[in-house]
Nanobody, 122 residues
Framework: QVQLVESGGGLVQAGGSLRLSCAAS????????MGWFRQAPGKEREFVATIGWSSITYYADSVKGRFTISRDGAKNTVYLQMNSLKPEDTAVYYC????????????????WGQGTQVTVSS
């Protein structure tokens, strides 16, 4: 059974940092692109960052320079290091996986985690 499980969310003050983790199980993920998306209340789910099997990365302009996506193939885990957090980063963060190359649209991804809440206080 394919499964993505996020962890690491929580409450942090503006300017602080959090690291999200996404543990993948159920298949070999080395050839899959992994992505992070987020969804704030009343808003659509939006792209945050993605990393390909070759470790190529792309970021949303809103997080570029503050967030870093990485992957550990041996652990089948993807990370999202979030620094200099802002109140507008508050959202449920979702991990996703897709076959082959990277993508920034939600419809391109085949598998999703259940999400982890990130709340940034001002």
């Amino acid at each position: 059974q394919v499964q993505l499980v996020e962890s690491g969310g929580g409450l942090v003050q503006a300017g602080g940092s959090l690291r999200l983790s996404c543990a993948a199980s159920g298949r070999t993920w080395s050839t899959y692109a992994m992505g992070w998306f987020r969804q704030a209340p009343g808003k659509e789910r939006e792209f945050v960052a993605t990393i390909g099997w070759s470790s190529i990365t792309y970021y949303a302009d809103s997080v570029k320079g503050r967030f870093t996506i990485s992957r550990d193939g041996a652990k089948n885990t993807v990370y999202l290091q979030m620094n200099s957090l802002k109140p507008e980063d508050t959202a449920v963060y979702y991990c996703a996986a897709k076959r082959s190359g990277v993508a920034i649209t939600t419809t391109a991804y085949d598998y999703w985690g259940q999400g982890t809440q990130v709340t940034v206080s001002s």
